[in-house]
């Protein structure tokens, strides 16, 4: 079993950014999805992106100001998180796992999941 291990979150200012590292506890192949997911308190875990042989995946909320990248030599995937904005505080979370591309955005289909990370921004 993959072990993912996020950092890089933290407190912003509105406007700032923010870069998220998840290192995986072994080398992975394209096919194997990398996806950030987010959980505020009191809501539901949301998609933000995900990679997946090359292609990325990204969800309508955050594809202008979020960007995923993966570098399979660190063994490591990154969310680029700019213009950030205080609802887009809450705790983000690496999620692992070989998903089929129509469940690519559901968290309940990854196996894998890191210990999350706090992002908090000020306005």
């Known amino acids: 079993q993959v072990q993912l291990v996020e950092s890089g979150g933290g407190a912003v200012q509105a406007g700032g950014s923010l870069r998220l590292s998840c290192a995986t506890s072994e080398r992975t192949i394209s096919a194997y999805a990398l996806g950030w997911f987010r959980q505020a308190p009191g809501k539901e875990r949301e998609f933000l992106a995900a990679?997946?042989?090359?292609?990325?995946y990204y969800s309508d909320s955050v594809k202008d100001r979020f960007t995923i990248s993966r570098d399979n030599a660190k063994n490591t995937a990154y969310l680029q998180m700019n213009s950030l904005k205080p609802e887009d505080t809450a705790v983000y979370y690496c999620a692992g796992g070989y998903v089929i591309l129509s469940e690519i955005r559901r968290s309940e289909t990854y196996k894998a999941w890191g210990q999350g990370t706090q992002v908090t921004v000020s306005s």
């Open positions: 990679v997946k042989n090359g292609r990325l």
